[in-house]
């Protein structure tokens, strides 16, 4: 394993187990993985001509949401005057992350700062170790709270996957009802699966196991993900041809009505793992 620069101008760096298997990651851009390449075959979709636009979010790759998922249902700043609203997704995926390489995985990780405590109040440090393996991307998350009191997270990926074309996806075991989060509506998720082509954005409460199939790329994708991370996510962004498939630990608006708040006491950690793994299908 190794890690080397392998774009100065915009700060990414390539993290290969062999030729035919590596990942590439921008420490400077919220830590987010840009490409993973596995068995030759690109999985993650990218735009690269957003990415250098650094007036824009990014679409693509694996953005990490920290400390919330998805946005607040408030103007007005969830811990008080004295700090800003946070915006969508968190901050974590806007600032400048550390790395480091490990035996066999890489380190990634973000402690609190100045920008941080303009949202946040709290003393933490966000660790996330990714091991490489053939046809398989390992997630380990450690949140550890060094603040006096409870520190309230949600934590979430966001996964950008290549696909041929809509019509050509099949999603596996998902839940009978989801929540269109665009409409606010508990929904049957297979008439809702059936505008994908149209732009979609699901919430789902899963097994701890989300898959879809793509019968052209003839390539499986399963998403491990389990409990407390179960919340499972389909979003997709017409003409963009991908979908997002996303692990959340807790819906839009927790820190604000509790549901799936995860408050961290004193001093501790809270972990989470998560895994995608490719499988080739006939």
Known sequence: MQIKLSNKDQGIFVFQLDQKN?????????????????????????????????????????????????????????????????????????????????????????????????????????????????????????????????????????????????????????PLNCQNQQKNIISNTLDELNNIDLGVDLLMYTSGRSTFRDKILKRQVTLNHPYPFDLGIIWSDPPRRMICLEPWTSPRNAFLDGFRNILIPSNDSQRFDASIQIKSIK
């Open 22 to 174: 590596y990942i590439k990651f921008c420490p400077e851009r919220g830590a987010v993985i840009t490409n993973w390449v596995s068995d030759g075959k690109e999985i993650l979709y990218f735009d690269e001509k957003r990415f250098k636009d650094k007036t824009k979010s990014i679409r693509g790759g694996i953005p990490i949401l920290f400390p919330i998922c998805g946005n607040l249902n408030t103007s007005s700043p969830v811990f008080g005057k004295d700090y800003l609203q946070l915006t969508q997704h968190g901050f974590a995926r806007d600032l400048q992350w550390q790395y480091s390489l490990n035996e066999n995985f890489l380190c990634l990780f973000l402690n609190e700062s100045r920008q941080t405590k303009k949202y946040y109040p709290f003393d933490f440090e966000l660790r996330i170790e990714v091991s490489l393996k053939i046809n398989c991307l390992e997630f380990e998350i450690t949140i550890h709270n060094k603040t006096d009191i409870a520190m309230p997270i949600n934590f979430g990926l966001h996964p950008y996957f290549n696909i041929s074309d809509f019509k050509n996806l099949e999603f596996i075991d998902t």
